[in-house]
């Protein structure tokens, strides 16, 4: 098998961020609704951990006046945290995201995001804080998490600005935990924003608008030029010491522009060209814009380009958020695992039950090598796994990729096309039953389409596997491993893009 190593621009970036230990972790796409085919805004990503991933949609609760909900990083961090209770609302919002299990120090379940009933969503992106501000961040740390964030603004925002406004109210009253910065996407059917909190234990933060006519690619999440008068400007948003605490430190003089990268980023990279894996996210937002009008098969084709979808690729999202939708035809769709090797699958919010094939299994979950099964999950365990499934589909692709991916992709790409058939049918029914007040009807047939499309999704890479299987047989036979570690020691992951040059375009490839 050929595996593609990283370039040594990352394995450089990588090295550098000593205080994470999976320091890439997820892309964010958003495109401006006038650049859509839809008028929709529309956002996509990955989410890259190593653990196990799984769908959830979590339907909306009351809580009790004195609820509170635990937040923060415990001492096994990179950066030794301490959890804290934070006072819970009294009514969080339904959401649906893809769920993880492990980031060393950071309890389960994870999530980077995902889109609630009020047509919010969410991205979570890695970008490192510059070494001084990672190195003076107070322990035990305390306050919320990337995680954390992302869940409580899916919780509690009704829009992507509130999402922004409820960030800054969370780190100025109970401060942040931080591996060494992190970003957030934050997007409704109007507009974008990027959020980057900083490490440090200075309360820093910094939000920037994106609005009908950008496109943004996050990978690290960046923020350049920022206004001085922030603080009166409808478009930026940050923490109120975000530029005097740069000046206290001697990187920003007050002379000249305030650029939030240049001053708090990582200062041995670039912000749109470096810390990338193959593509930078200049080229990668070159790519979106020469797409436009953006469809949302185009964004999944960004999401699914294999310099971008490999094994590290947890799952696939992309989203189109439109105005005026009610809140059961919220759509998002779902790749189960990196979606190089993994189909689409159309899920909205009113869908009332994940299959079992698609909840949590112990399939690379954390803890699951040491115990044995919980009784209460032996059904659902004993079902086939989705992610499993998938990643069966990447690793015997990569085996032979020249032959492999192109009719993997044909397969992959004629599955979805026939969601998007019925994409009108089932979401002008959906929205008859209920304009007629039979909304449990319409979200009984949003389950039904969903679970059964599902349900052939794992047919499909049922068939795949055998096929593939076979046809390695066919061509020479299985390849018996020459080593005695399953687990990779370095750097390298499965990748289904031979030869892989950063610089050239992929049709020449």
Known sequence: MRLHTRTTTLLVALTAVAASPAAWSSYGFYVGKNLTESGNVMIGGTGEEV?????????????????TVSVGVTQDASIPGELIEIPQV???????????????????????????????????????????????????????????????????AKTAREGVELIGRLIEQHGYSTYGGNTHLIADDEEGWVVWEFAGSQELWAAER???????????????????????????MGSPNLISFAEEQGWYDGSGDFNVFETYGRQDTQARTGGHKYMTQAELEQAL???????EQDMIERVRDPRIADDEAGYGQVISLAGDTDSDLIRAWV??????????????QGVQEVPQEYGQHRYLTKGAASSFLNPDFQVQEASDFAGRRFKQVLYLTCEKPDTFLPRV????????????????????SARTLIEQGQREQARQLLTHY???????????????VDWLSASIELEGGRRAPQGVLVNDQGGETVNCLPDANPDKPKDAQ
């Open 335 to 348: 790749a189960p695992t990196g979606s190089v090797a993994a189909p689409f699958v159309p899920w909205w």
């Open 51 to 67: 653990s196990s991933h799984w769908l959830e949609i979590v339907p909306a609760r009351e809580h009790a006046e004195d609820a």
């Open 409 to 428: 992709t044909a397969l992959l790409e004629g599955f979805e096309q026939q969601s998007f058939n019925d994409l009108a049918w089932v979401e002008s």
């Open 450 to 464: 969903s679970q059964t499309r599902a349900e052939d999704a794992m047919e499909l890479g049922r068939t795949m």
């Open 90 to 156: 009294p009514q969080t919002y339904r959401y649906l995201s893809m769920s993880y299990s492990d980031f060393v120090g950071f309890p389960a379940p994870l999530t980077n995001g995902g889109v609630n009933e009020h047509g919010v969503a969410v991205r979570d992106i890695w970008a490192t804080s510059r070494s001084e501000l990672i190195d003076m961040t107070q322990t035990p740390q305390k306050g919320p998490q990337y995680s954390d964030l992302a869940r409580l603004v899916m919780e509690r």
């Open 289 to 295: 814009e020469d797409m436009a009008p953006v469809t």
């Open 210 to 236: 994106l609005g009908p006519d950008d496109v943004r690619v996050l990978y690290p999440g960046y923020i350049e030029e920022f206004p001085k008068d922030y603080e009166e400007n409808p478009d930026f």
